[in-house]
């Protein structure tokens, strides 16, 4: 009994050498990776949302898998229907400022059924008088006109939308004033965009927008004229060398013609030969020096009806500044 007891006990011995031998590696290992564990939540982590990684930018080991994306992604509808629902929260170029609700034309209830043929003359009329509850007064049919005429001179001018927020802020304005009453809508809308052009430094004049809107220049400026007086609006003067551009442009001058053309402008300013005067007159009359020092053949009554300058006012210039160039 001795010598089994002893067996026994000498072989649990050895049986737990060896488990600790096993073991000693195993421990080590943990102690280690805990180790390059406690490096790496110290290390700078990168998050990669389209595998679902996070991963340790030293070692580049995969620290955690399978994450969930609670980013609010600002383009999740740029591509899509309801783009509209970003940017201004309040949009001023629509009357009712993006806040009213629109029933459907199609006559199906919210799961895509449609209704029943006794519903049918119900939701008409309740979206008849629905479409009526947006424009409930004058004002506001007087408003929704003027918005909608702006939309079309957007289109046709390629104008902004900050533009057309900035026309329809200065129509509103011009409403709370009673400065509309007894006035054209078309001409106050012409008034109130070649405003914000001119706020913003857009290159419109009076003709174009007179001339897509179907009203008379005289028209137009005297509503301009008008809200310059009530309003108290800041506007600047236009600078001379966006009409050079745009004139150049619409003529088809060479590039050395044009440079030409800004550089002589540049002379007369220095010499304040052109304080006072119109911009368009100055650039038709700067452009007609550049075509003949560069040797361009055009004529003083083409360039005045591509500037809506007249050829009087362009000779009179010339006169004026061929002495100083």
Known sequence: MGFCQWTNAWFCKVIVLIFYMLREPIVQELISNNREILSCIESIKITDFETGEVICQDCGKVLEEKISNDRKDSNMFSKSEHASH??????????DMGLATIIGRFNHDSTGKPVTYKMRPVMK??????????????????????????????????????IIERSAYIYRKAARAQLIRGRSIHGIVGACVYAACRE??????????????????NSVAKNYRLLLQNLKLAISVPDPVRCIIKISNNLDIPENTKREAIDIFDILKKKNLIAGKKPNSVAAAVIYIATIKTGVNLSQSKISKVSGVTSVTVRNRYKEYKKHV
Not at 143 to 156: D, I, N, P, W
Request: proline residues 2%.
């Open 86 to 95: 970003f940017g201004s929260k309040s949009p001023l170029r629509f009357h």
């Open 125 to 162: 009329r309740i979206r008849f008088w629905d479409t009526r509850s947006h424009t409930k007064t004058s004002a506001d049919r007087n408003l929704r006109t003027a918005l909608c005429e702006m939309e079309k001179l957007k289109e046709k001018l390629s104008l902004s939308d900050a």
């Open 200 to 217: 913003v430094d857009v290159t419109r004049t009076i003709v174009d927008i007179s001339k897509n809107l179907q009203q008379s220049r």
